[in-house]
């Protein structure tokens, strides 16, 4: 990956972290930003989030509807003359790290539950 698209991304990740804190909608401001992959072109990025909500589908629609006012954003505070489409996706990877955390916690206590047997 060019050094330049990697610059844009995180650019445009941190202004997306701005934007979202600075919105009054309490759904869409405590939502975390964990990366943002930007197509080869930069007409396209994917923002991949996580939310400790537990109507995901609420949260997605929300920042859908307010993807205009991000881009809008973006666009005043970066300078550029374009801002990339923004699609969100809810970023799994958090909660699989999550649950394999668990696994070894519990592994963790039988191994030491054995020991003391």
Same mark, same amino acid.
């Given at each position: ?39 080869? #072109? ?25 993807? #205009? ?9 970066? #300078? ?38």
């Amino acid at each position: 990956m060019s050094v330049h698209l990697e610059r844009t991304q995180s650019l445009l990740k941190e202004l997306l972290i701005e934007a979202l804190s600075s919105l009054e909608d309490s759904r869409i401001s405590s939502v975390s930003i964990t990366d943002v992959i930007c197509s080869r #072109g930069k007409y396209n990025a994917q923002v991949f989030i996580h939310t400790d909500s537990e109507d995901r589908a609420m949260v997605l629609k929300a920042l859908r509807k307010a993807s #205009g006012i991000l881009r809008e954003y973006v666009l005043s505070n970066s #300078g550029w003359y374009k801002c990339p489409k923004l699609e969100f996706v809810v970023d799994e990877s958090m909660a699989r790290a999550q649950s394999l955390e668990r696994i070894f916690q519990s592994i963790a206590q039988e191994n030491e539950a054995e020991k003391k047997a």
